[in-house]
């Protein structure tokens, strides 16, 4: 590839059956632009039909994107793609993590590392810079993520950033993930790379990334998104309290630095402090996650909030707990989110204390987010957990256990809150230790072996949102018709934060009605929470722009739960953020002017085609009865309401097909099936996927 800003030039290929390294020119897929772009050209044109996630067959992709390495705020993330295993088609997915894996791939020269076939041993990929080679991993094969990292990179130089799997990959375990850093996770492919049996990749690089405009442009651009426009987690906005600089505050929001409250477990405790808009140097005080992850008895022990590479927000929370020594584990402990949450999702009877009063929440998260993360198990947005809930409740596990299994488990320790449970019950999943094992299939693939009733699926105490075993995450709970129409177009939970960082970004409904009025044409593009009105066209707007901008920053690769920036902390700019940023980032760095509007249009291309990959690897088009689905609560909650009554996250059948029709409009997809149109997929420029799937009699 030509020299061009922000791109490498150059994808890594590596096939683990021939042990064949060789290098391809980036601009085979620059019309993708990076990431996930560039993992669904690959899958298109690579994985025939039919083949399965562990099948030497597939492939898994790590790509990064032209923004990242390069500075640009919250851009290192890495974006995975290859077939998932817990989806019940075994469709094509995305994982994504944090840390510093996508920033020094971009250092060694890579834009993407593409993995195909399978070894015959244990090995590991060793990348510093241009020297590449496959290495013996026999010596960390059976081993934890932690102590996979620690022995790697004594051999290859602690300054090296290694993805690993722990032993659920290892045993393919559907549920399993991929991990850098010890603690930045992406769920879903751990597996994957399991059965290939490639314990890791570790990187060295050395280079730098090219900016085609400027330094001073790139400062400049930074310091305006500093100063004026970037928030706290999630691009929320105002804080949780009320502090004298701020004319609103929201009770959810995360941006949760006020006086008094510290990183308790630092040498020197810190106070977060107050932290208003424009001081660029405490930016990193404003998302003390760990108290609104972990709870209040959690400020003592969090020594510092830390994060991935060029991000100023610092989400991840690290602390010390000496107490996890009793378990024989290691007292630091670092996460954020999920990875704190669904264990004790797992302790369906809840956590007493261990130590201390109301330290029981605590506890149990750290414990669980330990053993968790070092075996290499995936919650799948806390639906493990539900799981296992549902199979207690209903005493499913009595049934299929066989009665010597049943006996073994700890359920004194459940029963009496003890977290000690979680370790017995993350390695039975890791290790596929009997039939209790299968819980790491995955919700789908255990509701069909273990035969839960309807009541699982048409309940929502269980959290399945999806007939296909999709969690609720951001759906009809969160934005009505919007949500819900986002969580019905990937191939899992969708792991869109687009439209939840403007609906949660804790500014007043009428303040967002007015910005959404100027971004997608109406104010009736939202509803006030649960107050949700009719379909309309400016709601299939808002849905495709969401989706869009989520497929642009895993292509790029942006942190999609900071951006886009659709509002800002600054009162003098009357709470306006600038969507059109990530245009602005791309062009200082490739020096190529880009609109956001042309921007928009490539992440539109890439969209479309994950949605003709999906209706490829199904071998339908009706995707409207076969993948758009919701289970019936969604329509049947709350009995005693009626749809777009307040109080209500209630949902109407005719309205909802309507929204479907509506977003499928916008997309110029066929309005009947929701299947890419030829005419469509011509006008994005994929003439060989209308090709293909003319072929294959796949066009509506």
């Known amino acids: 590839m030509a020299k061009v800003g922000g791109w490498a030039g150059k994808i890594l290929r590596v096939n683990l059956t021939s042990g064949k390294i060789s290098t391809e020119d980036t601009l085979i897929y620059k019309d993708f632009i990076g990431g996930m772009g560039i993992g669904y050209k690959v899958m298109f044109n690579e994985v025939s039909i039919g083949t399965k996630p562990f099948d030497e067959k597939n492939k898994i992709i790590f790509g990064a994107g032209p923004l990242t390495g390069t500075g640009a705020p919250c851009s290192s993330r890495t974006n995975i793609t290859s077939l998932l295993p817990s989806n019940p088609y075994h469709a094509v997915s995305d994982s994504h993590m944090g840390g510093n894996f996508a920033a020094m791939m971009k250092y060694a020269g890579w834009d993407a590392i593409i993995v195909e076939g399978a070894s015959s041993k244990p090995v590991w990929l060793r990348i510093e810079d241009d020297e590449v080679s496959l290495e013996d991993a026999s010596f960390v094969w059976g081993k934890g993520i932690f102590k996979t990292t620690a022995e790697i ?19 393919m375990v559907n549920l399993s993930v991929i991990m850098n850093g010890t603690s930045h996770s992406a769920g879903g492919h751990g597996g994957v790379m399991g059965s290939k049996k490639l314990k890791a990749i570790a990187i060295k690089g050395t280079g730098a990334v090219h900016i085609a405009a400027h330094k001073y442009d790139l400062l400049t651009l930074n310091e305006y998104m500093m100063k004026e426009i970037i928030g706290a987690n999630n691009q929320h906005v105002v804080p949780r309290t009320p502090q004298p600089w701020a004319e609103y505050h929201n009770s ?3 941006w949760l630095s006020r006086k008094g409250l510290f990183w308790g477990g630092a040498e020197t405790p810190i106070e977060t402090g107050e932290n208003p808009p424009g001081d660029m140097k405490k930016i990193g005080f404003r998302t003390m996650k760990a108290v609104m992850d972990l709870g209040p008895v959690a400020e003592k022990y969090t020594v510092r909030m830390g994060g991935c590479q060029s991000c100023p927000i610092r989400c991840h929370s690290q602390l010390k707990v000496p107490q996890l020594e009793k378990y024989g584990l290691s007292p630091y402990v670092a996460n954020t989110c999920m990875g704190y949450s669904s264990p004790n999702g797992v302790m369906i009877k809840g956590v007493t204390d261990q130590f201390e009063k109301d330290d029981n929440t605590m506890i149990g998260k750290v414990v669980g987010a330990q053993v ?7 919650c799948n947005y806390g639906m ?43 390695r039975r999943i890791a290790f596929k230790e009997g039939e209790f094992s299968h819980l790491g299939d995955g919700t789908y693939w255990i509701a069909q072996r273990w035969h839960f009733e309807d009541d699982f699926w048409n309940g929502n105490a269980y959290g399945v949102w999806s007939p296909l075993g999709f969690p609720k995450h951001h759906s009809n709970e969160a934005g009505g018709q919007v949500g819900a129409i986002i969580s019905c177009m990937f191939n899992r939970d969708a792991q869109c934060h687009s439209h939840m960082n403007f609906i949660g970004s804790g500014l007043p409904i009428a303040i967002q009605k007015e910005i959404a009025a100027e971004v997608w044409g109406s104010p009736d593009a939202i509803d006030a929470p649960a107050n949700y009105t009719p379909m309309n066209k400016y709601k299939a707007k808002f849905a495709k722009w969401s989706i869009i901008r989520n497929c642009l920053h895993d292509s790029l690769t942006l942190c999609n739960w900071m951006w886009p920036m659709t509002v800002s902390p600054v009162q003098s700019r009357n709470y306006r953020g600038d969507t059109a940023l990530e245009a602005k980032y791309l062009s200082i760095v490739t020096g190529q002017e880009i609109s956001e509007e042309e921007l928009d249009l490539a992440g539109e291309r890439i969209f479309t085609l994950h949605r003709a990959l999906t209706v490829k690897q199904m071998g339908t088009v009706d995707m409207r009865n076969k993948h758009d689905l919701m289970c019936d609560w969604i329509f049947d909650v709350d009995p005693d309401k009626k749809p777009f009554t307040p109080g209500t996250i209630k949902m109407d059948r005719d309205d909802m097909q309507l929204a479907l029709t509506m977003f499928y409009k916008e997309m110029g997809w066929d309005e009947k099936t929701g299947a890419p149109t030829k005419e469509t997929l011509i006008r994005l420029d994929l003439h060989d996927v209308a090709n293909q799937l003319e072929r294959l009699k796949l066009l509506p």
């Open 252 to 254: 959810g929001s995360r």
């Open 384 to 426: 493990i957990g539900k799981d296992f809930k549902y199979a207690y409740d209903h005493e499913i596990l009595k049934k299929v256990l066989p009665e010597e299994e049943y006996k073994s488990i700890p359920w004194d320790k459940l029963e009496a809150g003890d977290p000690a449970f979680l370790i017995d019950f993350y």
């Open 372 to 378: 968790a993360d070092d075996y290499g198990v995936w």
């Open 153 to 171: 990179a004594s051999v290859i130089g602690k300054e090296a950033s290694i993805a690993a799997i722990g032993q659920a990959g290892e045993n």
